[in-house]
């Protein structure tokens, strides 16, 4: 066995130790550190997969933001115990029922098609016109941009259904807990150091999307991340979900992205396609208003609903 | 056996510890983390299909991969959703729980409709 | 020429490897929190840094050699911080530890 097979072996067997433990873990917030540390793993057996722009992606998002809002989810619901475990026959059959599903995605995975149908070439072939280098971005922004475009509006309505639910007296309130870290704090300084550094690399991974793995979703969630920072180290106040700059802010990326859209209508073939020669400029435009919004719409959903009413 | 079908099967019992998790265990955040072993098997498996239709000098299939990125992203908008739901469950109720018996201790925080 | 960096990159890492188990073992053998923090920054500083130094020769110079060593300085930072977080709260909760 080679040495790049005993890595991936080892890999995949630490995976699923990591994975039992998440299930059987008695206490939620050790599962949930333990599922950080399954994530990180998750986006190196991506990048053995050969995706780096998805390895990026469930570093950030899946395991980093996921983790952070579970963990916030864990403290505030401290010492609720678990209601009694669940008999014996129902894990029996469950375990035979989840036993029967891996085995047969297994069996397909073990048996792959003769001919293997891949994209890859048409991908490529048609990506010069565009502009970019990266297929990946090529299929976001390019081929599947209407796919891209509602992932953003599922974003904005995860965003919605968030603030929906806060409790009528508290509408139009400050989301976030009351932060009383002193501005001499480790977490100050850490607050004072690392989001310029950060805004930085969010710009540089946004910006190198368009020929290299990276791209407006994973530069986006390094923005939130350093809005997050600053916000409970207590340097700023989380906004007010009822300021029109941060409404606005969520809105533009969406808005600009469908307003390309519907001008394809008049300008080019159809709906989301772009003009030929202005491919690139239009594509720049949209990845840069979409990283603003997409840092503003997941740092307020990292936040939650709001928990106090601004100081007037 | 090569890389991508290790990881095939790797993400196939992914996808089933995280079914099982989902069934069994009881109390609601424990549901959301098995929900999200679920999905990240689930995108693995994706992963196997982008990697066997390697071509054109890239490594892999970048379509898939696309479709995974745009995964990952509403799988998370799931999972703030739910975990806001469950949160807002227990500031209205004072128990983490979905079992109706358990859930009958009355609310004593005042009316938020 | 390649033969004496291919020498000095498995070196570096490997040395980063040991560090790293050596940090681990720590993890798992201290026996109280501030002890086992002291073994987790070796890891980190130790450990990364060499294992950073041996992957400097495979990189594109300069700006793949700028990244790799913001990488580290960043997980430094990082680990820098949650320490003296960790460490203050323990402080605070047992005086006497």
Not at chain 1, 64 to 79: E, S
Not at chain 1, 87 to 109: D, E, K, P, Q, Y
Not at chain 1, 244 to 272: E, K, M, Q, S
Not at chain 2, 19 to 30: A, D, H, K, V, W
């Amino acid at each position: 066995m080679s040495m790049a097979n005993a890595f991936d072996v080892a890999l995949v067997a630490l995976l699923l130790a990591i994975a039992v433990w998440v299930v059987v873990a008695r206490a939620a917030f050790s599962a949930i550190v333990v599922f950080i540390a399954y994530g990180l793993l998750v986006a190196i057996a991506w990048v053995r997969l050969f995706a780096v722009d998805v390895a990026l992606t469930e570093a950030a998002i899946g395991s980093g933001l996921t983790g952070m809002l579970l963990l916030g989810a864990a403290a505030r619901l401290r010492g609720t115990t678990a209601s009694g475990r669940c008999g014996l026959t129902l894990r029996i059959v469950a375990a035979m029922f989840c036993a029967m599903i891996s085995l047969g995605l297994g069996a397909v995975i073990l048996t792959p098609p003769d001919v293997v149908v891949t994209l890859a070439p048409a991908a490529m072939a048609n990506l010069p016109p565009s502009g970019l280098g990266n297929p990946v971005a090529g299929v976001l922004f390019v081929y599947r941009a209407f796919d891209t475009l509602l992932e953003k509006v599922v974003l904005l309505l995860a965003l919605l259904g968030v603030w929906s639910l806060t409790p009528d007296r508290l509408w139009g309130g400050v989301p976030g807990p009351q932060v009383d870290a002193g501005p001499d704090g480790m977490l100050a300084f850490l607050a004072q150091l690392l989001p310029p550094l950060g805004i930085v690399v969010a710009v540089y991974m946004t910006w190198t999307g368009a020929d290299h793995p990276g791209g407006a979703f994973q530069g986006g969630t390094v923005l939130a991340a350093m809005w997050i920072v600053v916000i409970i180290a207590g340097l700023q106040n989380a906004p007010s979900i009822d300021q029109r700059l941060v409404r606005f802010l969520v809105v533009v990326g969406p808005a600009i992205f469908l307003g390309i859209g519907l001008a394809g209508f008049a300008l080019a073939d159809g709906f989301l396609s772009y003009p030929a020669g202005y491919a690139k400029p239009l594509i720049i435009v949209v990845e840069v208003a979409l990283t603003l919004s997409i840092g503003v719409t997941l740092g307020l959903v990292a936040l939650g609903t709001p928990q106090r009413m601004r100081r007037q | 056996m090569n890389a991508a079908t290790l990881f095939g099967i790797c993400g196939a019992a992914l996808a089933g510890l995280g079914l099982f998790g989902l069934i069994t265990n009881s109390e609601p955040l424990r549901k959301i983390l098995a929900f999200n072993l679920l999905g990240t098997g689930t995108f693995l498996i994706f992963g196997v299909v982008a990697r066997r239709g390697a071509a054109a000098g890239l490594g892999g299939d970048p379509v898939p991969q696309a479709l995974v990125i745009t995964g990952i992203v509403v799988a998370f908008s799931a999972t703030a959703m739910a975990v806001v739901l469950l949160l807002r469950l227990f500031e209205e109720s004072g128990k983490a729980t979905l079992d109706p018996n358990e859930a009958d201790g009355a609310s004593t925080a005042e009316d938020d409709s | 020429m390649r033969l004496a960096l291919d020498i000095f990159t498995a070196l570096a890492v490997a040395g980063g490897a040991f560090f790293f188990l050596a940090g681990t073992v720590g993890l798992l053998r201290f026996r109280d929190t501030l002890t086992r923090l002291h073994a987790l920054t070796k890891a980190d500083n130790l450990g990364l840094g060499l294992v950073t130094l041996g992957l400097l020769p495979l990189v594109a110079w300069p700006l793949g050699a700028l990244k790799l060593i913001s990488v580290w300085l960043f997980v430094q930072l990082s680990g820098a911080i949650a320490t003296q977080l960790i460490a203050r709260l323990v402080r605070r909760e047992d005086p006497q530890a």
